[in-house]
């Protein structure tokens, strides 16, 4: 049997996989930052009021704290769990293979080649909405809902989350403040 794929989820992956897993790692990786600048239309808004959910933004010496979770099962079931994460992701239009560290290996990568999704500025991304001014983030969030629930449940979850998993994040946590 192949090596089990790996995920790292950085927003509501972290607190809802939907899916079995055989061991998750909390950790981080280099070269992005966590922003709430991808649109959500099916899941925390609508196509009228789309809300706001995380990607990453390239950002040199960023790191973005989540959770890794390697794939149960056979290879077939690990590409099911694919499919899966392909119909939930779907807005999100990039593939990346990345190197995740921990607090305990900062240096040494614990993981390598690690499946990430990420949303971006692309004609392929119909709901991107790109950077705003905080305060008019949350306003957004804020007054979003869609089939999945409010977005400010959304931006609460992540950030107790992150809390669950002592991780500090400022901008998110100022964020949630803002309520």
């Keep these: ?63 973005t704290w989540g959770v890794a979770y390697r794939l149960a099962g056979s290879e077939e079931q690990q590409q099911q769990t694919i499919a899966y994460l392909e119909w939930r992701e779907k807005q999100y239009d990039v593939r990346r293979l990345c190197h995740m560290y921990t607090a305990d290996s900062p240096d040494q990568p614990v993981l390598q080649d690690v499946m990430v999704y990420i949303a971006t500025q692309s004609p392929a991304n119909v709901n991107w909405l790109g950077p705003a001014p905080l305060p008019a983030i949350a306003q957004q969030i804020a007054t979003s809902r869609g089939p999945s629930g409010s977005n400010h449940e959304y931006l609460l979850q992540l950030a107790e989350a992150m809390r669950q998993i002592n991780i500090d994040d400022p901008e998110l946590f100022e964020l949630e403040g803002m309520r």
């Design 1 to 63: 049997m192949k090596k089990s794929i790996a995920i790292f989820g950085y927003g509501s992956l972290v607190w809802r996989p939907g899916f079995e897993y055989k061991s998750k790692v909390v950790g981080f990786i280099r070269g992005y930052k966590r922003v709430f600048w991808q649109g959500s239309t099916d899941h925390r808004g609508t196509p009228e009021a789309p809300g706001r959910t995380v990607t990453l933004a390239e950002e040199e010496g960023a790191v």
